[in-house]
């Protein structure tokens, strides 16, 4: 614990010690910084995607600097970081509970960035859309799923495609369940 706080680990380490049949984990203040700045772009990169599936999917034809307006970031990373976590807990306790919170944030970023909701509320507009579109929506999910596991296979190419149509897909999901105006 002190190497974590005095910065003598500068990477990442793990060991099992097979006497206790513990594994540990450590990570030093270098690594701790970069993880955090990863987790800022990447909640930026899923902003830009969600935005400009948002715009796609209300006719509106995105420029390149229409990606970069992101209003209310500060709540695109509090809701990142809270779905994050109670991912990350489904997912330990037994995987299923992890799939499920993950399937039910599925518009969170969407009622983030489309109606200017705090974090929480947006966790809890996308949970309430969810549920009462459950087997839609898994549908969706699970078909964009396969879609980029297809574009991964191409030496993950194929996700330079598939990765923003599944944003955009789920942009007129958004507004089709929300009753937003879909363009014909």
């Known amino acids: 614990m002190w190497g974590l706080v005095s910065g003598d680990y500068d990477r990442f380490r793990d060991a099992f010690d097979s006497n206790t049949n513990t594994a540990s984990v450590s990570l030093g203040f270098g690594g701790i910084v970069m993880s955090v700045i990863g987790f800022v772009i990447s909640s930026f990169i ?101 879609l980029n596991v297809a574009g991964a296979i191409v030496c993950g190419l194929g996700l330079f495609v598939t990765i923003p149509v599944s944003y955009i897909a789920v942009g007129f999901a958004y507004r089709r369940l929300t009753g937003s105006q879909v363009p014909a």
């Open 46 to 146: 899923t902003a830009f995607l969600t935005k400009g599936g948002l715009d796609e999917s209300a006719g509106k034809k995105p420029s390149v600097g229409d990606f970069f307006r992101i209003r209310n970031f500060g709540n695109v990373v509090l809701a990142a970081v809270i779905v994050g976590l109670l991912t990350g807990i489904g997912l330990v306790l037994c995987i299923l509970p992890g799939i499920a919170v993950a399937l039910f944030s599925a518009f969170t970023y969407y009622f983030v960035l489309d109606r200017d909701l705090a974090a929480f509320d947006a966790i809890r507009a996308s949970w309430n859309l969810v549920a009462k579109n459950f087997g839609s929506v898994l549908g969706l999910l699970v078909l964009l799923f396969l």
